[in-house]
């Protein structure tokens, strides 16, 4: 969703049953779906999103979780839930 080679990757991973790719370090959070496969983004974990204050990190991680029929990825920032995809 955010590479400049975006296509060249995809033409890469195109044929291989990959059901999603999850990206770090971009700065926001994000989602698109080309035919079955799931593209997703996660902010870093550097950035400072919840503060003016630029040297308090308010402690942003991301869980995944993973079931037989599901995909759920949610990011927090301080607690608060800022990204929440369920697939």
Do not use: M
């Not at 995809?10 to 698109?32: C, E, K, N, T």
């Not at 990190?57 to 927090?76: C, D, Q, R, V």
């Amino acid at each position: 969703t955010a590479f400049t080679n975006g296509p060249q990757a995809w033409r890469l991973i195109h044929d291989l049953p990959i059901l999603a790719v999850v990206s770090g370090h971009i700065h926001w959070a994000g989602y698109s779906r080309v035919d079955q496969t799931h593209l997703i983004t996660l902010p870093s974990f550097t950035e400072n999103i919840a503060s003016n204050n630029s040297h308090h990190n308010p402690g942003i991680y991301s869980t995944l979780e993973l079931g037989a029929t599901y995909l759920t990825l949610k990011s927090f920032s301080n607690g608060y839930c800022f990204f929440n995809l369920q697939l």
